[in-house]
C-alpha cells in the first residue's frame, strides 16, 4: 500500500542550527502538507502546498520556515535557524484530488532542539 | 482561527463497553473527520463525513456530521484492547487546511 515516507525519524539539533526535514510524498498526489504536534498536545497545521507553490500558511510558520519541492518526488521542511520550542513531531501528510478528508500522513519526524 | 473543543479529555473503559466522544466547533466545517492517532505514529484515517447530518460507519465505528455543521460525534462499539489511542477530529472549510481537536486519550481495562 502506498505509503508517506519521512526522513529523519529523530533528529537532535542546537538551537539556532538550521534543519531540513525530508517527505516523499505518494506518488500521485497533489496536495503536500506541514503539520506538528508538540509533545502531549494537538495537531497544528503548518502549511499546505499545491501546484508548486504555498496555498495557505498558518501564524506557527513564520519566516523561519520554508517549504521546497526540489524534484518530483520530496517536499521538505527547513527551519533556518531553530529555537527550544520549535522541539516537536513534523507530520508530512499528502492527498490526491479527492476530498480533503483522504488525506494521508507520515509517522513524522520527532525534532529536539537542544 | 478556528476553535474545536473534544470531549472527553481521556477515558477508561471496560472491553465490550461502547464509547462515545464528541467535537463541537466554534465555525462551520464542510468537512469533518476521525482520526486515530498510536504512540510515535501519524494520524490514520478512520471515517471522512461531507454532508450535514451524515452518518456513516466504518466496522465498530460510527461518526455523524451535525446538521448545523458544527459538531461530531464518534461512537466505538463493543471496545477491544487494540482501541487504545488517542483519538482526534479535525474539521475543514477547503482543500488546504485541517484544524484538529486536542483529542480523547482512550484506555480499555481487559
Known amino acids: 500500500e502506498p505509503e508517506v515516507t519521512q526522513t529523519p525519524s529523530h533528529q537532535v539539533t542546537q538551537m539556532g542550527q538550521e534543519v531540513i526535514l525530508r517527505c516523499v510524498p505518494i506518488?500521485?498526489?497533489?496536495?503536500f502538507y506541514w503539520y506538528r504536534q508538540i509533545l502531549g498536545q494537538k495537531v497544528e497545521f503548518l502549511v499546505s502546498?499545491?501546484?508548486?507553490?504555498?496555498?495557505?500558511k498558518s501564524e506557527i510558520f513564520d519566516d523561519q520556515f520554508s517549504v521546497e519541492r526540489p524534484d518530483g518526488s520530496n517536499f521538505t521542511l527547513k527551519i533556518r535557524s531553530t529555537k527550544l520550542e520549535d522541539s516537536a513531531m513534523y507530520f508530512c501528510?499528502?492527498?490526491?484530488?479527492?476530498?480533503?478528508?483522504?488525506?494521508?500522513f507520515g509517522e513524522g519526524s520527532r525534532l529536539t532542539v537542544l | 482561527g478556528q476553535q474545536l473543543n473534544q470531549s472527553p479529555q481521556s477515558m477508561f473503559i471496560q472491553e465490550g463497553e461502547d464509547v462515545s466522544m464528541n467535537c463541537t466547533s466554534s465555525s462551520i466545517f464542510n468537512t469533518w473527520l476521525w482520526y486515530k492517532q498510536d504512540p510515535g505514529e501519524g494520524p490514520v484515517l478512520l471515517i471522512a463525513?461531507?454532508?450535514?447530518?451524515e452518518l456513516t460507519s466504518n466496522g465498530r465505528l460510527t461518526a455523524q456530521f451535525g446538521i448545523t455543521r458544527k459538531d461530531s460525534f464518534l461512537n466505538i462499539s463493543a471496545s477491544i484492547p487494540s482501541d487504545v489511542g488517542i483519538y482526534f477530529c479535525?474539521?475543514?472549510?477547503?482543500?488546504?487546511?485541517?484544524?484538529f481537536g486536542a483529542g480523547t486519550t482512550v484506555t480499555v481495562r481487559a
Open positions: 506518488s500521485n498526489h497533489l496536495y
Open positions: 501528510a499528502s492527498k490526491s484530488y479527492s476530498p480533503i478528508g483522504e488525506l494521508f
Open positions: 479535525a474539521g475543514s472549510l477547503n482543500d488546504y487546511k485541517l484544524s
Open positions: 463525513l461531507y454532508k450535514a447530518g
Open positions: 502546498f499545491y501546484n508548486n507553490e504555498i496555498s495557505e
